[in-house]
């Protein structure tokens, strides 16, 4: 389950320094955008990624017996979208962590069991937390 928490503090961290990303949810959510631009494929994908890992928290039995991962993970992806969308209308997204986070405190109750709530991080600064043990990571393999 963390590692879903991770990914989406992760995308909501790189969105606010990497152009590339922030041009390719722009086109994904622009229904004025060109005929031929296919809106449905970042989302798909997200989901397709997501899935399995709400799939596996399942079956690790982190998930309350009610939750469907499928179903869970196209919420959160929606949620997501709606969440980058205001915070990049509202503040330049310089507030997207913080609304992550108020996400997940919604959110965390009702899919994971009870136990795991307390272990699970989904603090405002996890994507920060995050990129900096990759970047570490990266330092001490190179």
Do not use: Y
Request: hydrophobic share 45%.
């Amino acid at each position: 389950m963390q590692e879903v928490i991770d990914i989406t503090f992760v995308v909501g961290q790189r969105l606010l320094s990497n152009a590339l990303l922030r041009g390719s949810v722009r086109l994904a959510v622009d229904q004025c955008a060109p005929p031929g631009v296919d809106h449905t494929g970042p989302f798909r994908q997200w989901v397709d990624h997501l899935t399995p890992l709400m799939e596996q928290a399942s079956k690790q039995g982190e998930l309350l017996p009610t939750v469907e991962p499928r179903n869970t993970v196209e919420l959160l992806v929606g949620s997501f979208t709606g969440i980058q969308l205001m915070a990049r209308a509202l503040t330049g997204r310089s507030d997207l962590s913080r609304r992550l986070s108020v996400l997940w405190s919604h959110m965390l109750p009702s899919i994971a069991v009870p136990g795991l709530l307390l272990g699970l991080d989904s603090g405002a600064d996890r994507g920060v937390r995050v990129l900096d043990s990759l970047d570490a990571l990266d330092k001490a393999v190179s």
